[in-house]
């Protein structure tokens, strides 16, 4: 495999340069040069209309990829109920299983989780592969591995969707790594391609540059999806499908951990991730006690607060609640952000949001190029007297 | 008790700026750094040291200029560092990466505990501390907001959407931290000294003994095969006039949005 550049086809047009991940091509004396940094992805192969890039691979797969079919979804749930990213993946899955005429199923591992197993159907699962103990209780990642590891060696499936949760993250890398395959982290898009594979196109560098990733030689393709970025499936109680319990098949190895204790941090009920509205706040409050006003107007939309890490570092918010690159990722249907610039990594946390709104005193604020909707002024005029008028629309 | 940290060298994001025209980032004069959270990872480390004794050994795969990142953790304070670096390594994706790093760790040996941070801010896919436990057969524990030793067993608080998880573990034991977890130290002046003589441990694939069909490109299941810049919107709709004007408007335009 390697990436070669051909001079005597080379114009100097520049084209290529946009393509590279990597920023590793050069165009010097009318002539696109690789630099060291070329890891040879092939990336820039299509970007040449002269033919002068040239990508080699000669990779073959190893396994049989036509033994692997269906799509699964890993399940995973909290406190009895699914998650909504399981009800979304269920939603994404069942359009690339219809595309690709296979099957859409789910795993699920747990105690007490055959109501749960039943919704699956409900949302779509043709097959619920489920493995019910009181060890699977809470997410730990030595018996969920070696579980889901073995399923998906006995049954190959032809792709495998997680949520990007805290869960599902560790889980996921622990299975790639496992049955040796592909993953692609925080995908905002699925589809399957023209020759039957799944396109994985996900954010990169803080969400300014978008790319699209194949696994073309192993399988399962697999996949982690952040909440909020697909629709979930419809419920719909006529749907028919099987439950198969499968063998738990735990030994003494794979507990490794000792879960102690599972804490629920009080205050914090609304989980920022999953919110359907968001309202933050950055420096532009001033003071920390100016917080409140953040706090008045998410209670009275039923919102999560989310911060800006400024204010974080300055301790004006816990941690939990920063949204950006080193906090956390969120796609609310309503994203208010007040008194936050738009630093490029506030806005790699919060920019597929369905409607931004922002209220800032400078109008220069670069928040106002990635906002819907932008007021200019004072909020400590503005806030308290949206939170009145919304608490009045909904007496 | 011996603990390796998994850094990575990062682009400086800070230094960041979008190109206004064409959306796409601006490299040019971009500096490189200790990822973030590696920071972290470098401090808890250096912390557990402190209380319980041992050594501290950094660890990153990268191209030559990565050993920059390695003496900023020698002066930090940890005891030695290594570079995997090789043609052979490069375009590696985040199986083909623990891969390698976990055949460097093999090679050092003699360990404990692993530490790295929870993510790199470049490729914040968070799956290469997972993969490496699972390279070396050891358990893991991310994202990981408080440790400490007790009675020869790891006690660690794990961060969950809606609070945390406090699991003991035994010893070796891969955990991945976030940045609450503590606030990395500056340098000392002794220790941005000794960065400059210490000598740096270098090793190849062969040095390894990795198989260069799991390394690099060769050995990375997944491909980029296309590159674009989202669309982004750029024209916000300015809501004028009083504030008690605009504000009735937005309240408007909020409440048919949540309906």
Redesign the interface.
């Given at each position: 495999m390697g990436v070669y550049i051909l001079d005597d086809k080379c114009v100097g047009c520049s084209a290529c340069l946009k393509s590279c991940p990597f920023g590793a091509i050069e165009v010097k004396d009318k002539r696109a040069g690789l630099l060291n940094n070329c890891s040879g992805c092939g990336a820039c192969a299509d970007s040449c209309k002269f033919g002068a890039i040239v990508v080699e691979d000669n990779r073959q797969a190893e396994i049989d990829l036509r033994q692997y079919k269906d799509v699964w979804v890993i399940a995973e749930h909290n406190e009895g109920r699914l998650r909504s990213v399981t009800l979304e993946l269920l939603g994404e899955g069942r359009k690339l299983a219809d595309k690709l005429h296979q099957d859409l199923c789910a795993l699920l591992l747990g105690e007490e989780i055959g109501d749960m197993a039943n919704e699956l159907i409900c949302h779509g699962a043709k097959k619920v592969y489920i493995a019910q103990e009181p060890r699977l209780a809470h997410y730990q990642t030595g018996p969920y591995t070696d579980i889901i590891s073995n399923l998906i060696t006995t049954y190959k499936p032809n792709i495998v969707l997680i949520g990007a949760t805290n869960q599902g993250r560790d889980l996921a890398s622990r299975i790639a790594a496992r049955v040796h395959t592909g993953l692609t982290a925080d995908c905002t898009e699925l589809d399957i391609n023209e020759d039957g594979l799944l396109a994985q196109t996900r954010p990169a560098f803080g969400g300014n540059i978008m790319a699209t990733i194949l696994c073309p030689y192993h399988r399962p393709q697999m996949a982690t999806v952040r909440p909020k970025v697909f629709k979930p499936a419809p419920r719909d109680t006529s749907c028919v499908g099987e439950i198969l319990p499968v063998d738990s098949c735990l030994n003494g190895k794979c507990l490794l951990c000792d879960l102690l204790e599972v804490i629920k941090e009080a205050g914090q009920g609304v989980n920022l991730e999953e919110a359907e509205i968001v309202v933050a706040g950055g420096r532009g409050l001033g003071k920390p006690e100016n917080l409140n006003l953040i706090k008045e107007l998410a209670e009275a939309l039923g919102g999560a607060v989310g911060a800006s890490r400024a204010i974080v570092d300055a301790g004006w918010a816990p941690a939990i609640h920063q949204v950006g690159q080193t906090g956390k990722t969120v796609q609310p249907k309503i994203y208010i952000a007040c008194g936050i610039s738009g630093a490029v990594q506030h806005l790699a946390g919060m920019q597929s949001a369905d409607t931004i709104i922002a209220i800032n005193k400078d109008p220069d604020a670069p928040i106002f190029k990635v906002a819907h909707y932008g007021i200019v002024g004072d909020l400590l005029e503005i806030l308290p007297a949206l939170t009145r008028r919304l608490k009045q629309t909904a007496v | 008790m011996n603990i390796i940290v998994c850094i990575k060298q990062v682009p400086d994001?800070?230094d960041?700026?979008?190109h206004p025209e064409?959306?796409?980032?601006i490299?040019d004069g971009v500096k490189s750094i200790v990822n973030?959270?590696d920071a972290n990872a470098l401090e808890a480390a250096l912390q557990l040291k402190e209380a319980v004794g041992g050594k501290v050994t950094a660890i990153t795969m990268g191209?030559s200029q990565a050993i920059d990142i390695l003496r900023e953790a020698v002066a930090m304070g940890i005891d030695d560092a290594v570079l995997l670096s090789d043609r052979a390594f490069?375009?590696?994706?985040?199986?083909a990466t623990?891969y390698t790093l976990a055949m460097g760790i093999r090679k050092i040996g003699d360990y404990d505990l692993i530490i790295g941070g929870k993510q790199a801010?470049?490729?914040?896919?968070?799956?290469?501390?997972?993969?490496i436990?699972?390279?070396l057969g050891?358990?893991?524990?991310?994202?990981a907001k408080h440790m400490k030793m007790d009675d020869g067993m790891l006690l660690v608080e794990?961060?969950?959407?809606?609070?945390?998880?406090?699991?003991?573990?035994?010893l070796p034991?891969l955990v991945t931290v976030?940045?609450?977890i503590n606030e990395p130290r500056y340098p000392s002046l002794r220790g941005l000294l000794a960065a400059k003589k210490k000598e740096i441990t270098v090793w190849n694939a062969a040095d390894i003994g990795a198989d260069e069909k799991r390394t690099?490109?060769?050995g990375?299941?997944?491909?980029?095969?296309?590159?674009?810049?989202?669309q982004?919107?750029?024209k916000?709709?300015?809501?004028?006039g009083e504030?008690?004007k605009?504000?009735?408007t937005?309240?408007e335009?909020?409440?048919k949005?949540?309906i």
């Amino acid at each position: 495999m390697g990436v070669y550049i051909l001079d005597d086809k080379c114009v100097g047009c520049s084209a290529c340069l946009k393509s590279c991940p990597f920023g590793a091509i050069e165009v010097k004396d009318k002539r696109a040069g690789l630099l060291n940094n070329c890891s040879g992805c092939g990336a820039c192969a299509d970007s040449c209309k002269f033919g002068a890039i040239v990508v080699e691979d000669n990779r073959q797969a190893e396994i049989d990829l036509r033994q692997y079919k269906d799509v699964w979804v890993i399940a995973e749930h909290n406190e009895g109920r699914l998650r909504s990213v399981t009800l979304e993946l269920l939603g994404e899955g069942r359009k690339l299983a219809d595309k690709l005429h296979q099957d859409l199923c789910a795993l699920l591992l747990g105690e007490e989780i055959g109501d749960m197993a039943n919704e699956l159907i409900c949302h779509g699962a043709k097959k619920v592969y489920i493995a019910q103990e009181p060890r699977l209780a809470h997410y730990q990642t030595g018996p969920y591995t070696d579980i889901i590891s073995n399923l998906i060696t006995t049954y190959k499936p032809n792709i495998v969707l997680i949520g990007a949760t805290n869960q599902g993250r560790d889980l996921a890398s622990r299975i790639a790594a496992r049955v040796h395959t592909g993953l692609t982290a925080d995908c905002t898009e699925l589809d399957i391609n023209e020759d039957g594979l799944l396109a994985q196109t996900r954010p990169a560098f803080g969400g300014n540059i978008m790319a699209t990733i194949l696994c073309p030689y192993h399988r399962p393709q697999m996949a982690t999806v952040r909440p909020k970025v697909f629709k979930p499936a419809p419920r719909d109680t006529s749907c028919v499908g099987e439950i198969l319990p499968v063998d738990s098949c735990l030994n003494g190895k794979c507990l490794l951990c000792d879960l102690l204790e599972v804490i629920k941090e009080a205050g914090q009920g609304v989980n920022l991730e999953e919110a359907e509205i968001v309202v933050a706040g950055g420096r532009g409050l001033g003071k920390p006690e100016n917080l409140n006003l953040i706090k008045e107007l998410a209670e009275a939309l039923g919102g999560a607060v989310g911060a800006s890490r400024a204010i974080v570092d300055a301790g004006w918010a816990p941690a939990i609640h920063q949204v950006g690159q080193t906090g956390k990722t969120v796609q609310p249907k309503i994203y208010i952000a007040c008194g936050i610039s738009g630093a490029v990594q506030h806005l790699a946390g919060m920019q597929s949001a369905d409607t931004i709104i922002a209220i800032n005193k400078d109008p220069d604020a670069p928040i106002f190029k990635v906002a819907h909707y932008g007021i200019v002024g004072d909020l400590l005029e503005i806030l308290p007297a949206l939170t009145r008028r919304l608490k009045q629309t909904a007496v | 008790m011996n603990i390796i940290v998994c850094i990575k060298q990062v682009p400086d994001t800070t230094d960041v700026k979008i190109h206004p025209e064409t959306n796409t980032l601006i490299r040019d004069g971009v500096k490189s750094i200790v990822n973030p959270f590696d920071a972290n990872a470098l401090e808890a480390a250096l912390q557990l040291k402190e209380a319980v004794g041992g050594k501290v050994t950094a660890i990153t795969m990268g191209p030559s200029q990565a050993i920059d990142i390695l003496r900023e953790a020698v002066a930090m304070g940890i005891d030695d560092a290594v570079l995997l670096s090789d043609r052979a390594f490069a375009g590696a994706d985040t199986l083909a990466t623990a891969y390698t790093l976990a055949m460097g760790i093999r090679k050092i040996g003699d360990y404990d505990l692993i530490i790295g941070g929870k993510q790199a801010i470049d490729g914040d896919t968070a799956q290469v501390g997972p993969g490496i436990a699972e390279q070396l057969g050891i358990p893991q524990v991310t994202y990981a907001k408080h440790m400490k030793m007790d009675d020869g067993m790891l006690l660690v608080e794990r961060m969950l959407e809606d609070g945390y998880e406090v699991i003991k573990t035994a010893l070796p034991v891969l955990v991945t931290v976030v940045k609450q977890i503590n606030e990395p130290r500056y340098p000392s002046l002794r220790g941005l000294l000794a960065a400059k003589k210490k000598e740096i441990t270098v090793w190849n694939a062969a040095d390894i003994g990795a198989d260069e069909k799991r390394t690099g490109l060769a050995g990375s299941p997944t491909r980029v095969v296309s590159i674009f810049t989202p669309q982004r919107n750029t024209k916000a709709v300015m809501l004028e006039g009083e504030p008690e004007k605009a504000v009735e408007t937005l309240a408007e335009v909020i409440t048919k949005l949540n309906i």
